[in-house]
């Protein structure tokens, strides 16, 4: 083997063997999106999901001593109970927009194990409370790139 | 008044930008030096508008001016005197305006060093330059004007970002942008190659140093970036794969293989394409950076969310990556290597690998970083790629990086034989194993920490068995132990220079994996005088009291520290300022050599009667911060004129 080709052969090695890691890493990492009406839809007990929606005035509950969170997220159409083990991060509120982390439970409840909070004040509530405002909120939780 | 006066100044100082690029190009092309000349007067001029457009903004944050739109929401009549003058540079506007400055400065340097030495480079690298910053004048009079009227003028401000009320706020946007904005000189020189046709080496001598500030300034942002994050953001990390992060570190990973690829073009005439196209994409991505931060295509705690103005960076994005091809594709046979790869194993081939290797780790950071938006235009569903995406592609990249890091600086040039790889290399690998053997039997268990162990030691090893053979030569000529060390140093400033970088990036990176693999956390709720326990931490806490501040209120916890004996009261906070609708924790820690103990204050009963706190132990942190400092230093010792041997 010459020179030239060890290089391109060596080369080819180096690329093929990144795009196998980037392909995995996506395979293995990759988060969907979903808002509740979505979740409810097409949910996979134990699937990594990221969901997105408002938090339901006076569904929150927090239990300080036990560490336990949990409200209900909604888009307007469908509810999805949440829990948590932790504190509130700081944006979170009821009325507000929230996006969560987690997978969804066959006791038919989302088990978050991550809240995002977001410096940001775009995640308000959908003040007339109609279509139009949910699907507004949506399109900003939706915009969370992280 | 003062917005009239500042947004006239901001269109003069425009004005004077484009026509100092053109008469530059046109005095360059057409060998008139009068014109040349005419555009370095522009070019002071430009400098010194933009110096007082910057003043009469801080004036105005100083004197609480809210008929200044931009004064107006960003600072209120309670921000304290410091965080006045960084709030300047807080926002979206203001920091176009500092990014102009530093632009404008960099030009008179660029003036001051080459206007005699480099004649026919110089005029075409000084078009380049006020080319640009007429367009960020442009930003400035069109997409984010910081002169703009408030009416009805406001009889308070709406406040400054209560985050950015820190220290770090002064210098880690600072540090940032010296850092973006330096690589605009080797991208002009390298323009000014390209023009000329002299793609010769001329180029890179004259931006060697440049290349290294821009570098040392961007490490310096992205350290103290990390540092802030650690200390404000109170999520216990310095480090999330945010997307702003991620903008400023691609173009560092670029800028660094450039570091090292010019070396193989100065010493074996090769790569100059490569090095060509280095610098035009690391410039490329100081833009792109830009764009991600101030357009809001991508949501992050750093975006301003400003629409209009990201068309207009990538706009002109696309206008310098196509001219600049362009100009790559015309001057395509002046670029060709003279020099060729003579062996597979030669500090050539070492070279080349890390180059190959940093520019994957900035393509896989590129691809996780535009994922959402690609998923979200191909496929209409929107997918995410978190953190640990990054880190799984990521750490064998830089782990081989680190390896190589050991391997480059010492192997042979052209073809290291036999001899030399053991002479170089026999200690350092039998004591790299050593170091993992003892880590095993000392209970690490962590494949990843063992591994990164035996790097650190094997790379550590190489540097330091370079150093003593340079000085025991130095010794035996009969020169005495400290002015042997001290001429090493000085004399071959750049290459031990890059060492003690190299010696930084190993303690950041013990740091980084200790952090990773040995940090624990949990979370707890205590009633006064009750105590949680981590790793042999107790906290206990004692009190909860309000204090009111000048511009918010805190609710201040009290906790007690102890490992068997009382360390430290640690007091966590809450900080309510008006303007905002939610809380920022304020964090408190203890910081260790072997260990951090990090507490945040989560919830909290309004009698104060109960608290529920998140508990850290963060390992070696500390050395990611240690490192930075080494690195920074090695990155000095790097810039200083080289003094050639007599």
Known sequence: ?146 | MTVDFGYGMTLVALVLAIYGAAAAAVGARAGRPALVESAQHAALGVFVLITACFALLTYAFLTFDFSVRYVATNTNLGTPFYYRITGVWGALEGSIILWSWMLGLYTLILILRHRDSARELYPWALATMLGILAFFLLVMTIAAPPFQRQVPVAADGRGLNPLLEDTGMITHPVALYLGFTGFTVPFAFAMAALITGRVGDTWLVLTRRWTIVAWYFLSLGLLIGGWWSYHVLGWGGYWAWDPVENAAFMPWLTATAFLHSVMIQERRRMLKLWNIVLVILTFGLTLFGTFLTRSGVIASVHAFTQGSIGALFLGFLALVMLTALGLVAWRWEALRSQGELDSVVSRESAFLLNNVLLIAAAFTVFFGTVFPLLSEAVRGVKVSVGAPFFNQVNVPLFLSLIFLMGVGPLIAWRRASLENLKRNFLWPVVLGVAAAAAAFVLGVRSALAVLTLATTVFVGTTIGVDFVRATRARLRVGEALIPAVGGLLRRHNRRYGGFVVHLGILLIALGVTGSHAWSVQTEATLRRGETAELAGYRFRFDDLTAVEESNHFKVVGAFTVSNGRVLDVLRPAKKFYPQEQSPIAYVDYRLGLKEDVYLVLGDFARDGTQATIKLQVNRLVSWIWIGGVVLTLGALLAILPERRTA
């Open chain 1, 1 to 146: 083997m010459n020179r030239r080709t060890k290089f391109i052969a060596g080369g080819a090695v180096i690329v093929a063997v990144l795009a196998y890691m980037i392909y995995a890493g996506v395979t293995q990492s990759a988060v969907y999106f979903v808002t509740p009406a979505e979740l409810r839809a097409t949910a996979v007990p134990g699937k990594a999901y990221r969901l997105g929606g408002m938090v339901v005035p006076g569904s929150l509950k927090w239990e300080a001593r036990a560490l336990d969170l949990s409200f209900t997220l909604s888009d307007g159409t469908a509810t999805v109970p949440v829990r948590h083990k932790g504190t509130p991060p700081d944006l979170f509120a009821e009325g507000r927009g929230a996006v969560v982390e987690g997978s969804w439970t066959a006791d038919g409840y989302f088990k978050a194990g991550l809240i995002m909070a977001k410096h940001s004040e775009e995640y308000k509530a959908p003040h007339d409370g109609t279509q139009a405002g949910y699907q507004e909120l949506i399109k900003t939780l939706r915009g969370d790139g992280r």
